[in-house]
């Protein structure tokens, strides 16, 4: 089902999904312009992964994101959301250590990077972070199952979850987030009869990516379902565009069309003759007064 509204989704409206749906829909986003677009397809939740070490910043994995990357990026993302709860991974380092470290780096996110609530990765052993977060007021999202940022001590990405004992001390994993105070809860590639006994067990809602369809909701990494991370496509991932290729041929059109000089055209130019009824744009700035500007103005200082 569609959204209806268009209310920005809090916290407590996410969790009264659990019992009634529809499924909340996730999506990771790392800029303006892509979070506008993915709250107008309908996102319920725009998730700033730290993904973005890898998708964005071309890295191996997630572990060199730093606070600092996650705050620029966090403004972006909320800059384009008008309906949609943004969320934020807690770095690499930024919460391990202890939980007065973790509401540190939180609260930072929130206050620097415009989240409006943080997600961080792990079960039982990360429980105090979650509780003394939560108690500063600040909502979070846990994240169990394969957690990226102990791909070394994982051998890899791999599944997680296999066999009775991982699965029963992933669904302890589960209610000790529960417990601590989470709002949602990330299952990341587990087999999806674990997905679901997960998703009955906690009465917060689960969002599965290459968890099975039981969850309560579903994430997908933009640049995955959009098409455009063409280097590697796991297996949970279905591409719902192809925009990799699309760009790839508008830039082999553009490129075809500058050297031939079929590009700028006279209706690109100015101090030319226009066609009727077109106006001169400056690209960042509409110069005739009954244009819209093309890029809403930045709020604060970033480049
Ligand atoms: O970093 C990320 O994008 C994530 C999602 C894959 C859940 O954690």
Redesign the pocket.
Known sequence: MAPTSSEKLTVPAIRARKPSGPKLV?V?AYDTTVARLLDEGGADIL??????GM?VQGQQN?LSVTLEQMCYHGRAVARGARRAHVVG?MPFLSFQVSPEKAVEAAGTMLKEGSYEAV?L?GGAVVAEQVRRIVAAGIPVMG?IGLT?QSVHAMGGFRVQGKGEEAAASLLADARALEQAGVYAI?L?SIPAPLGQAITQAVQVPT?G?GAGPACDGQ???CYDMLGMYREFTPRFVKRYAELGGAIVDAVRDYAADVRAGAFPGPEHCFGVTQPPGAGENTGSRAVVDSDPPRYAPASDSDP
């Open positions: 996730v990771t998730l700033v992964g730290d993904s973005l998708v997630t991974d997600k990765e994240h990226p990330v990341e969002i990516i994430v997908l990494v």
